[in-house]
């Protein structure tokens, strides 16, 4: 038995936790990140810190310092975060499909 990320030990699981449509694409992926609505929260948080990267640099445009040091802190908090989270969604996608999250496989 393999240990799988948020499943503890490897089983089948129902088409419910399997994010994979076949009645409408040949592609085992295509759509994945909107049919898995467990990517969103990742994805909320890349956008919110391209959101503050933003705001981070009009307030360093201003010359406000505060601001600025908050904005860069929550801005990398963001981005780091929303990717660790993808990065672990996906990888939880490719040990259902008994594969690792460095396989290369195209579609």
């Known amino acids: 038995m393999t240990y799988q990320p948020d499943n503890g030990p490897s089983r089948k699981l129902n088409a419910e936790h399997a ?4 009645a409408h694409t ?10 898995d609505g467990r990517n969103w929260p990742g994805y909320i948080l890349i956008a919110t810190g391209v959101a503050v990267l933003g705001l981070t640099l ?4 201003y010359g406000f310092q505060g601001w ?3 904005g860069g802190i929550a801005c990398i908090l963001c981005l780091v975060l929303g990717t660790a989270l993808v990065l672990l969604e996906r990888r939880r996608v490719k040990a259902l499909e008994g594969g ?8």
């Not at 994010?19 to 076949?22: F, L």
């Not at 009009?58 to 445009?61: D, E, K, Q």
């Open 19 to 22: 994010p994979r449509d076949d």
């Open 26 to 35: 040949m592609r085992s992926h295509a759509g994945e990140a909107i049919t």
């Open 58 to 61: 009009v307030a360093a445009g």
């Open 68 to 70: 600025t040091l908050i």
């Open 100 to 107: 690792t999250l460095t396989d290369q496989e195209g579609h």
